[in-house]
């Protein structure tokens, strides 16, 4: 209409129909055919299927069948099912506090089968015969009519955006949609491992997914979603805390990736996107990723349902936690921890099992106690390494004055690594260990050691701090300032003392003694914001980390150092002792096994 005609006609008020409301709705839950497996899926699985038969045609563009064999819907059910605000997953306000199921909106069929051609087929255990329901005209109404299926709920939808002609517009081509809800089934695969799924595409195979109840069928799933690679190159962890369970497999540091394209993360049995689970694990494997690296998870956390709000988006793909820090602290050390634990042994057991991959590993470290750097009696005292950073002198850890292995002797065990035979170009050392040839890079692997031990001395009494000559003044927003007086104690752990002058300003009175000489007042800009954020900071942490980080790489031996025999067994026996050994500070291996078998293939011997 031309701008210059007459103003519009006032519209009149009235009710939307039926349809174009779903349709309406739609738009949120509905984007593309992924999400129509995703519901169709999350509905089978509340109906307690064992087994899920998805068949889909041309990217899903065309039909998508979820075929399952639970616990059906009863004929006089059906109509309600494909209405709008109908559930029978809960009925008042405090079901929607506990919610278990996948389910909840009561809105997911509707809104499908408001832009596509949807037919449902249901027959409850104890029916004699199936019933059919699909919906009609602007106000959907429903018709129900018999037809034959076995126990269980056959949902079939065709044209998907078929009427609605924009979202069809945003569709891509047949192989993107079908790689989206690849993606999609995958996920839900390892959201259920007692759960069997078969999948076709274009009347093709394409995944056979057997239940898998004992763990050798879970990894077998894990490896059959995640890649072989991924299964052998994992630690599977299984902590519980405060009321908190959490399982699954994480990558060992040396298995990174250049994207965040393998990480799954499940709270009671729903895959989540959270920005504060991301936050802990990127801060658990702070220390030993390579710059610029992803880590690949399957991890699984288990709660009571009341603890976490599923309610925030009609996609389900977010949460909230009651208490996010409390699970934040929890991910966090739970996976700190199980990092920490990899030890040479539990990466040669992989390495040796699957010759292709020299860094590969996998399983925890439960037995070896950890002695602290006081009882392997090498070492600076934590006053040492304050006095080293105050004055930032170089400092070198004594190589030498460590206990040395005794030669070996025939009834002896060999150690892990083995014992060095030669060191080359003053760069590696070379040890004989009982799967063959170990290199270690001298350098790298000091380092490390060294750092975990300025870390652990660091540690061992808590974060030491020092008073300010001049206490510095610094202008904030009121939320920083009332955050850092609800934090008191907790910013005081941290070595932080802060107190309120105004509104919007604060003044540090104390810092800790190790990061005397850094921007006080952007340090403490920076935690605050993590704290309004996260409800924590592991700023303190980070410098702190990384100021030993540079003087464990200054302290350590370099390139062309010679070493005796002794020193270089001191050095695989530390590396066997301490924690993250595997990788040196900026993430690089340390040290790879060669096989005798590897070796072998070199020379074609045995062929
Ligand atoms: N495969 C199925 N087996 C048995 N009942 C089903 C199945 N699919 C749907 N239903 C029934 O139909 C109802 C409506 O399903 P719909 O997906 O629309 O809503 P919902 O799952 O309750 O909630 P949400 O919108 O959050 O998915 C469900 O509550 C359930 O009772
Ligand atoms: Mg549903």
């Known amino acids: 209409m031309p701008a210059s005609s007459s103003a519009p006609k006032r519209?009149?008020?009235?009710?939307?129909?039926?349809?174009?409301?779903?349709?309406?709705?739609?738009?949120?839950?509905?984007?593309?055919?992924?999400?129509?497996?995703?519901?169709?899926?999350?509905?089978?699985?509340?109906?307690g299927a064992r087994r899920i038969d998805i068949d889909l045609e041309k990217g899903g563009i065309k039909l998508i069948r979820v075929r399952d064999d639970g616990s059906g819907v009863e004929k006089d059910d059906l109509p309600l099912a494909l209405n709008r605000h109908a559930t029978s997953k809960i009925s008042e306000l405090d079901d929607l506090e506990h919610v278990a199921s996948l389910g909840f909106?009561?809105?997911?069929?509707?809104?499908?089968?408001?832009?596509?051609?949807?037919?449902?087929?249901?027959?409850?255990?104890?029916?004699?015969e199936a019933w059919k329901v699909e919906t009609e005209g602007r106000d959907m109404a429903a018709s129900v009519s018999p037809a034959a299926h076995p126990p269980g709920t056959n949902v079939e939808v065709r044209d998907l955006f078929f009427n609605t002609p924009a979202r069809r517009k945003f569709m891509r081509t047949e192989q993107t949609e079908y790689k989206r809800i690849d993606d999609m089934i995958r996920r839900i695969a390892l959201s259920r491992f007692d759960v069997g799924f078969n999948v076709t595409h274009n009347q093709r195979l394409v995944h056979r997914y057997e239940p898998a109840i004992s763990e050798a069928e879970q990894r077998r799933r894990v490896s059959q979603v995640c890649g072989p690679a991924f299964i052998d190159n994992t630690v599977s962890i299984?902590?519980?805390?405060?009321?908190?369970?959490?399982?699954?497999?994480?990558?060992?540091?040396?298995?990174?990736?250049?994207?965040?394209?393998?990480?799954?993360?499940?709270?009671?049995?729903r895959a989540i996107r959270d920005k504060l689970v991301t936050h802990a694990i990127k801060q658990a494997y702070r220390d030993v990723l390579y710059h610029g690296r992803h880590p690949a998870f399957v991890l699984y956390l288990e709660l009571d349902p009341a603890l976490v709000d599923v309610n925030v988006h009609p996609t389900k793909h977010e949460v909230r936690f009651r208490d996010s820090r409390?699970?934040?602290?929890?991910?966090?050390?739970?996976?700190?921890?199980?990092?920490?634990?990899?030890?040479?042994?539990?990466?040669?057991?992989?390495?040796?099992?699957?010759?292709?991959?020299a860094f590969a590993g996998s399983g925890g470290f439960a037995d070896t106690a950890y002695a602290s750097p006081r009882q392997q009696g090498f070492g600076l005292s934590r006053t040492q390494i304050e006095a080293?950073?105050?004055?930032?002198?170089?400092f070198t850890a004594p190589l030498g004055e460590r206990p040395v292995m005794p030669a070996q002797t025939d009834d002896e065990e060999i150690p892990p690594l083995g014992y060095a035979i030669a060191q080359l170009h003053g760069i590696y050392i070379l040890a004989q260990n009982e799967h063959g040839l170990v290199v270690v890079d001298m350098h790298a692997a000091h380092e490390r050691i060294t750092y975990e031990h300025m870390k652990a001395a660091m540690s061992e009494d808590g974060i030491r701090s020092q008073p300010l000559l001049v206490p510095v003044s610094v202008a904030v927003s009121e939320s920083e300032a009332d955050c850092a007086e609800e934090n008191r104690e907790?910013?005081?752990?941290?070595?932080?003392?802060?107190?309120?002058?105004?509104?919007?300003?604060?003044?540090?009175?104390?810092?800790?003694?190790i990061l005397k000489s850094s921007d006080a007042e952007q340090l403490v800009r920076d935690v605050l914001s993590d704290f309004l954020e996260h409800g924590t900071s592991d700023r303190i942490e980070a410098h702190r980390d990384e100021i030993l980080s540079t003087m464990a790489c200054h302290g350590s031996v370099r390139a062309n150092r010679q070493l005796t025999i002794p020193e270089m067994n001191s050095l695989l026996r530390d590396m066997e002792r301490t924690e993250r050994s595997g990788q040196c500070n900026h993430g690089r291996p340390t040290w790879v096994q060669m096989s005798m078998n590897e070796l072998?293939?070199?020379?074609?011997?045995?062929k």
Do not use: C
Request: glycine share 4%.
């Open 11 to 47: 519209a009149r008020i009235h009710l939307l129909s039926q349809r174009l409301s779903n349709q309406i709705a739609a738009g949120e839950v509905v984007e593309r055919p992924a999400s129509v497996v995703k519901e169709l899926l999350e509905n089978s699985l509340d109906a």
């Open 490 to 513: 907790a910013l005081e752990q941290l070595g932080l003392s802060l107190e309120r002058q105004g509104p919007e300003t604060i003044s540090i009175r104390q810092v800790p003694v």
């Open 238 to 269: 299984d902590m519980e805390a405060s009321g908190l369970r959490l399982w699954g497999w994480v990558s060992l540091p040396t298995f990174s990736r250049s994207q965040a394209d393998l990480q799954h993360f499940y709270v009671n049995g």
């Open 326 to 357: 409390l699970v934040h602290d929890f991910l966090f050390s739970a996976l700190h921890r199980s990092l920490a634990d990899v030890r040479p042994e539990d990466r040669l057991e992989a390495a040796v099992a699957e010759p292709e991959s």
């Open 600 to 606: 072998d293939k070199l020379f074609m011997r045995g």
């Open 388 to 394: 080293q950073i105050a004055s930032f002198a170089d």
């Open 105 to 128: 909106r009561g809105e997911a069929l509707a809104s499908i089968a408001s832009v596509s051609r949807l037919v449902m087929i249901s027959r409850t255990p104890d029916a004699s």
